[in-house]
């Protein structure tokens, strides 16, 4: 076939110039380390590369988001850690108190203790976050949560919990309202609570109170009012809130004893006297300043220690022990939740690793391959300028001088 | 005798002929468009001698230029296909260049909602707010960036276009010009004057660059030039010029038109750079600018309607988040009515990124896309009861008359507008705003989350009387439906699990809550929520999408640039094997007339001693 001079020469300096722009992009490749710079060069893998960047960046917020939440849980702990320390020194001292050996006046001392160790524990319950957020206030974190009002303690915080994305479809709670640590806290054993009548004469305690059988459904237990009235000190009847009485039995005054009735159990010991009664209920929540409150009455009241206190500590003991229970539950769950968004932490540790290694898949370049490419362009780039100079320089017009 | 010495003459003159011809085809080596010129050469008419003939010499016949029509045609197809792919690939290169520069949307949405994420930990913090608000704004500068790169680009192809048409005209000028001149060679000297072909054949190569044509030759040596379907551009002597003239629904978008006619060619204008300007116009740029619009429409939608969810620091209802353009409605400058199409997004997630046109007929309204389909609407066009399609809700003007229309661009000026509307901030709203309480002695399994509905807010208690019926503060029962929201007092309280007899749900206007942080939490996820194509895709999403939408253009145009380079280079290399000139071929040619030239002389000379001998012979 016949070959135009001038077209030979512009297909060899087209061919030079494609093989300058390959290298070009080669060059381009292996500067940026990328395959695709940009989204012509792969169209499907740049969408692909934006979706991994992306899911890498949220799982980056999620552990930022964890580091802010372990942060917060961990105040929230240390708190609820002073609250526990608190509440345990505050059951010694109840202990001491209730011993027959103690008077009205070490009573007063032990009740001035308590006074200081209500107000560190009124410290912690509105203790703060690193940011100045009170942690047990619910979402109200600007306000002061449990506020002295009236002699007593209210809760001015609300019931809200913040949250906290700590994976995809996955929220941790980040902190507990005051009211679900300090103020809720169920009265007696959970179920029932009982309390003598003020107008009591007898020696009779009520001890401690059991529901029967607690895991039965329904539970034996029915949340009614009832109360154990003695018609003598050996003695006594059942009677619901409409004074019927529904059950009758005997009671050993020498031993103590306990009465049992449609699930209940309470201990008794001590001498009734003929009338005396025992009001029984369903438990009433009480925040556990309410509960320090009155044991702190109980103490200040000089009664010589008769069974009317004895009933009174009795009644708080266990209300008390509702309180140091339920921390150590919040504490549990406290723990729980770290333990949740430790492991989420590992498992976003995991996932970005994967979205790095997807993300290098797509978009990185493969230097083996790519050096090698530039090597063999850069031959075919020589070549193409060695066979311009030779094919140029033979000429027929060369050899006519 | 043969007139020995006319015969050399003849051959001298011959091969003189033969020896400019080459010194012209080697002068024209480089000269675009030339077709190498032959010598045509035929044996001079004999002369009878009684009962033989003797030749009397040469003569040159004609000077033809090296030619074939078919081998041009293709010539100038490919020439129009490959400028068209080297146009392309050009335009596209340039929006997948500012696709992958530094605004890159995903980075600012990224940044933005890592900023929600940061004030849900930290709800009260000012400073966290304040970090939203500013990446908040640098999302509204990276759409406003990108929509400037595109209408910028956009500008830059209309400038484009005005320049290809000017140049078409030109070329079309001349090439009459030239008709004419052929026309009057041929009439005058007969044979075609190949210098003048070439040039024409050129002019009509570089014409075919600026747009696709169609070439007839004529009888009388002149050729006519067709574009698009029949637009005539050259016939005989005269040329027709294209212009250009603005849209008739928008004056600021220039459209190709027959400069006498006024007919639109836009859309029938094929190959070439013009044909590749508008087609890229049509259909990477306008997609793209819509497909950035859309996207600012679904995230200013979907956070905006969660950000309305919740309450600000002031205990105030959310307002509105981002501010956004709705759709662009022009009307045609032709219409003869009065008013203009009121249309407004009805429906985010039914958007189709495609444009409409709303006409009126008389009597009865057709909404068609730019491709000419009819879409069947809801509703009856009222203000009422407004005419719904594709995610859109349109009122159309009562003084409307036939022949009337109106072009509707959901997303176009979308992504330009979009701006963030709050600038304090503590006007962000982060908490939820109703705080709902489930009574201490519930004994179901329910449990309780509410939203607003958009009316006033009061606080309210919902009281079960039994598993099916429920009051609220109080009033007389309802019916409670499983999985159904109950309604009440500006909210809906929606229950997961089953309440029981007996059971309450208190709830209360969220007050003094600046430590909730659950609409902030929700507000998160709106990166991930699917807002687009029916609430499948996020608004990432929508924006890889738009990246695989320019990226697949740019590769298919990068394709069809090596595509149609090598067809242009195997068109114009069998050209150049017919047409082309070869300096070595016109050596060996140089040699051979210069050869017949000096045998020429030599006969002359031997003609001359001839004669000499004959007078001295004579002279005796």
């Known amino acids: ?401 | 005798m043969v007139d020995m010495l006319t015969t050399g003459v003849s051959g001298l003159l011959a091969a003189q002929v033969g020896l400019g011809t080459v010194g012209h085809n080697v002068a024209n080596v480089n000269t675009e468009g030339y077709s190498r010129q032959q010598v045509a050469y035929g044996a001079a008419l004999p002369q009878g001698v009684g009962g033989y003939f003797i030749g009397t010499g040469v003569n040159t016949v004609a000077v033809q230029r090296a030619y074939s029509q078919f081998l041009n045609t293709s010539l100038w197809s490919a020439t129009s296909s490959s400028s068209r792919a080297d146009t392309m690939a050009s335009l596209t290169g340039q929006i997948n260049n500012q696709l992958s520069g530094s605004s890159n949307l995903q980075t600012s949405l990224d940044s933005f909602f890592g900023a929600v994420n940061d004030t849900a930990n930290a709800p009260s913090d000012t400073a966290s707010r304040q970090v939203l608000l500013a990446r908040a704004g640098g999302l509204v500068s990276t759409f406003q960036s990108l929509s400037g790169q595109f209408n910028q680009l956009s500008s830059q192809v209309q400038q484009q276009i005005g320049d290809a048409v000017d140049s078409i005209n030109s070329y079309s000028d001349s090439i009459a010009k030239l008709n004419g001149l052929i026309r009057s060679s041929v009439a005058t000297g007969g044979t075609p004057p190949s210098d003048l072909l070439d040039k024409r054949d050129a002019l009509v190569k570089n014409l075919s660059a600026q747009v696709g044509v169609t070439v007839v030759p004529q009888n009388d040596n002149t050729i006519q030039v067709f574009v698009g379907n029949g637009q005539s551009l050259v016939s005989g002597t005269q040329s027709y010029a294209l212009a250009t003239a603005p849209n008739i629904y928008d004056a600021t978008r220039q459209e190709v038109v027959g400069a006498a006619s006024g007919s639109v060619l836009s859309g029938r204008i094929s190959g070439g750079a013009l044909g590749a300007l508008m087609d890229f116009r049509s259909s990477v740029l306008d997609p793209a600018q819509t497909q950035l619009g859309r996207t600012a429409q679904a995230l200013a939608s979907a956070f905006n309607a969660q950000h309305a969810q919740g309450v600000d620091l002031n205990g105030d209802v959310g307002g509105q988040f981002f501010s956004v353009a709705g759709p662009t409605v022009q009307a045609a400058s032709t219409n003869n009515g009065t008013g203009n199409v009121d249309a407004s997004i009805s429906d985010v997630s039914k958007l189709t990124g495609a444009d409409y046109t709303l006409s009126y007929a008389g009597g009865a309204w057709t909404m068609r896309d730019t491709n000419g389909n009819s879409v069947a609407m809801g509703g009856t066009g009222t203000a009422a009861d407004p005419f719904t399609a594709a995610g859109l809700s349109m009122v159309v003007p009562a003084g409307a008359v036939a022949g009337d229309s109106f072009r509707i661009q959901p997303s176009r000026d979308a992504a330009a507008s979009f701006a963030v509307v709050i600038n304090n901030p503590d006007k962000i709203a982060a908490a939820a705003p109703l705080a709902i309480s489930s009574g201490i002695n519930n004994t179901g399994t329910a449990t309780a989350s509410a939203s607003l509905d958009g009316g006033a807010i009061s606080g309210g208690v919902v009281q079960f009387t039994s598993a099916t019926t429920y009051s609220v503060d109080g009033g007389a029962d309802q019916t409670y439906t499983p999985g159904q929201p109950i309604n009440a007092n500006g909210w809906n309280l929606q229950l997961s699990g089953t309440p029981q007899n007996g059971d309450s749900f208190t709830v209360t206007p969220n007050s003094n809550a600046q430590g909730d942080n659950s609409n902030a939490l929700m507000l998160g996820k709106v990166a991930n929520l699917g807002v687009l194509n029916g609430g499948v895709t996020s608004v990432g999403g929508a924006y890889s999408q738009l990246v695989s939408q320019v990226g697949s253009a740019g590769a298919v145009a990068d394709d069809e640039k090596t595509t149609q380079t090598a067809v242009y280079n195997q068109a114009y290399g069998s050209q150049q094997s017919v047409s082309g000139v070869n300096l070595d071929e016109e050596a060996a040619n140089l040699v051979r007339y210069q050869q017949a030239y000096q045998a020429s002389a030599q006969v002359i000379t031997t003609a001359n001693s001839m004669f000499t001998a004959l007078l001295s012979a004579v002279q005796g």
């Open chain 1, 1 to 401: 076939m016949r070959v135009s001079t001038s077209w030979m020469q512009q297909q060899s300096i087209g061919s030079m110039m494609d093989r300058q722009s390959d290298l070009s992009n080669i060059n381009t490749q292996l500067s940026t380390g990328k395959r695709i710079n940009q989204p012509s060069d792969d169209p499907v893998g740049a969408a692909r590369a934006l979706d991994l960047t992306h899911l890498g960046t949220d799982t980056a917020q999620y552990q930022r988001n964890i580091t802010s939440a372990n942060a917060r849980l961990g105040l929230e702990d240390q708190s609820l850690s002073n609250v526990t320390n608190v509440l345990g020194r505050v059951r010694t001292l109840l202990l001491q108190a209730a011993n027959g050996t103690q008077t009205d006046d070490t009573r007063g001392d032990i009740a001035a203790e308590m006074v200081q160790l209500r107000q560190q524990l009124l410290g912690q319950a509105n203790s703060k976050d690193g940011q100045g957020d009170y942690i047990f206030a619910g979402n109200r974190t600007g306000t002061e949560p449990f506020a002295s009002q009236g002699g007593g303690v209210a809760y001015v915080g609300d019931d809200g919990q913040r949250m906290v994305a700590a994976g995809p479809g996955l929220q941790v709670a980040t902190g507990d309202p005051g009211s679900a640590v300090f103020g809720s806290i169920p009265t007696g054993n959970g179920k029932f609570a009982i309390s003598a009548d003020a107008g009591n004469t007898g020696s009779a305690v009520a001890g401690s109170t059991t529901v029967s059988n607690p895991n039965a459904n329904p539970s034996a237990w029915d949340g009614g009012s009832y109360s154990i009235v003695f018609t003598a000190p050996d003695t006594y009847e059942v009677h619901d809130g409409g004074g019927v009485v529904l059950d009758s039995g005997s009671y050993d005054p020498q031993k103590g004893g306990s009465i049992t009735f449609r699930g209940a159990q309470i201990a008794f010991n001590g001498e009734p006297e003929a009338g005396d009664s025992f009001a029984l209920g369903a438990s009433q929540s009480q925040s556990v300043f309410a509960t320090l409150d009155n044991i702190i009455n109980v103490l200040q009241t000089p009664n010589g220690g008769d069974s009317k206190m004895q009933n009174a500590i009795n009644t708080q003991f266990s209300n008390l022990d509702q309180a140091i229970d339920n921390i150590t539950r919040t504490r549990g769950k406290v723990g729980a939740r770290m333990n949740a968004l430790d492991q989420q932490a590992g498992l976003n540790d995991d996932l970005s690793l994967q979205y790095k290694s997807a993300l290098s898949d797509v978009q990185s370049v493969n230097y083996y391959d790519a050096i090698s490419q530039l090597g063999a362009q850069t031959t075919a780039l020589q070549a193409a300028q060695q066979t311009f100079t030779k094919v140029q320089g033979s000429k027929l017009f060369d050899y006519l001088r």
